[in-house]
């Protein structure tokens, strides 16, 4: 039989009943003699409560400290699900992430796992137990509590899944897998039975929310089978019902030769858009005007260049639509003087709309298609940038919607295809 | 400059506000260049929510996770009073009991302390920093885990104290002291300077609920100087005057010549009685009617055998009034058939009143000036039962108050003493 890692969301922990929930399928999954570890998220709302607490004592709470502290929501809940599976009779322990130990670096609150000794899980599996394992923390060198950072329980569940070679990653989640599209905006989209981790990055950071990035960057680096499915179906839902459901994101040679050229469109609108004009083009202008909005802990999104005219050109980029008004200061401050630049205009209101997909590699005339589609409606471009699998645009906020239903009938991802995933 | 514990208690912590106080008052006594660990309870509520919780999921739960998850309640309380300390400028740094680390015994929710390593500890404190540790939990051999039941935290400063040598051990609590006996029942009680730890450990057995009795054991057995005192008072009360409050419990070869011989009348309305008549006067009768009860994890307080008439005797002993039914069940399921016994009677409507002071011990009379003191009060005394520092009589219920206020009186402890202590 397998070795299965399960994750269960903070709304999946939210009550004694929910918890008993999880223990019942928990349960239904090893009764059918897999090894099982499960890692679950603090319940619903007690991180919250951690951090606003904290907050109360320390405007801007001490990081090692705050990782003390938030860390308490997910031991209750280990305890809490190593209870519940108990009290249904199958055999259960629950582990912190530095009794595991789940070692990370020091950096406190965004903590990265650096590995997971994988023998004390081991053992507990071999005496036939569940082990429940805290997500989101680990222990640093030096002994102390760290935290991954919000999300980060997706990310613990795939490193542990890695760490013991672990035959599949689910991830139970309140939506029932990745979709071509977000449904709410396109009412045909359609669940994706398979998408390449590659494919899923690009989802996720552009505003799928699906999977926390980093979760991802793990599966695809240790190459874990990781499937993301719902946790609001009953929990005595046949086991291969439930098994073969949701999205499993998997990797490119796993794919089946009729892949989709597009997996999915996707679109982020929490972004804002930045031009400095007339810069002289000359080496060391990028970093002149980049260097200044990262040491001000501003992220920059899309990065557009124009070509030179005259020794002249336009630097454009785009941030977070909360730091809009930060980068401008930042800019008007101190780097228009520097690099004697001309006017720096802005815009908010824009959005990123993007086509992924893996099989765009062998395919020409994606962007084309893509550019006739957003033409055909009467959407201008403002800023255009590829990647391997994926092509962004930018372009005003008001035509997102109509931007994405537009892609997703063209791309042919409104029709129910077998030539999609397995 | 001195070493000093401070223990505070979960009312202390019960909001941002009061720990906000406790970290007004930890940071005085740093600021006068003491080195300060500290050992803060769980927010009030906090252990009993998370209980709560567990019994939810599992009505007895296991107390190896129920451990997991009562612990996280003084991990918060660590995180927030460093934050705390730090918002005023003090450089602080928390422990939890597995980062000392506290190693315990695998009892799981009663736990004892086997050992604690100073080291890490030591070392913050070479670094001007405030140490705080958690109360109440430890860790046992095999890396779980553990607490030490309710209560602990008082039992863990004190034991804190002992492994760092410290100078004093402060227990910030509701109370101001140890008094004479319960005000609430006599005005006129004082409350004492000092108290010896034999003393101190018999009043607190005895149902004066000040500190926790394994606390009172670890004082005495590693000579750790501890003090009780008021949390109530303002947090910039100058350090000299709060650090002689209180009651100080000391050691005999501490106590001036003028000692009380009584120090206190303690009492305990939560037993009741219970005699198995008739018994056959033979070896091994004692245990065959305590051995059931003990089997039924019925804890036993007072044990009265009468001299044997006829070869039949009466045995007595006192049960926690809750487990008294239980008591009486156990013995007429089985004990009475097997040791041919007579009746078993019983009786709730008691209560054990008692005079400690270790001046007993070079004084005669001052059982008889008790046993007159109750007779001029028309009590009867149902069990007597001595050792080298108390005597406690079992009387009637509804005649505590009588008796408490009558022996307060006869044994000179409502007069202002000069004699009492410092």
Known sequence: MALIVHKYGGTSMGSVERI???????????????????????????????????????????????????????QVSVGLLAMALKALGTDAISYTGWQVPVRTDSAYTKARILSIDDARVRADLDAGRVVIVTGFQGIDELGHVTTLGRGGSDTSAVAIAAALKADECL?????????????????????????????????ASLGSKVLQIRSVEFAGKYRVKTRVLSSLTPPDVPLQVEANSGTLITFEEDTSMEQAVIS??????????????????????????????????????????????????????TVHRNEYQKALDVLEGKVRETIKAGDIVGD????????????????????????RTLSEEGINIQMISTSEIKISVVIEDKYMELAVRALHKAFGLDQPAAAIGA
Not at 182 to 190: G, I, K, L, S
Not at 191 to 201: G, K, N, P, Q, V
């Open 20 to 74: 008993q929930n999880v223990a019942r399928r928990v349960a239904k999954w090893r009764a059918a003699g897999h090894r099982m570890v499960v890692v679950p998220s603090a319940m619903s709302g007690e991180t919250n409560r951690l951090i606003a607490l904290a907050r109360e004592i320390q405007a801007q709470p001490d990081p090692r400290e705050l990782d003390m502290i938030a860390s308490t929501g997910e």
């Open 171 to 203: 991830i139970y989640t309140d939506v029932d897998g990745v979709y071509t599209t977000d449904p709410r905006v396109v009412p045909e989209a359609r669940r994706l039975e398979r998408i390449t981790f590659e494919e899923m990055l690009e989802m």
């Open 264 to 317: 999915g469109i996707a679109f982020n609108r929490d972004e804002a858009k930045i031009t400095v004009m007339n810069v002289p083009d000359r080496p060391g202008i990028a970093f002149q005007i980049l260097g200044p909005i990262a040491d001000a802990n501003i992220d920059v999104d899309m990065i557009i260049q124009n070509q030179s005219v005259g020794g002249m050109t336009d630097f454009s980029f």
């Open 348 to 371: 908010p209101k824009i959005c990123k709309v993007s086509a992924v997909g893996i099989g765009m590699r062998s395919h020409v005339g994606i962007a084309s298609q893509m550019f």
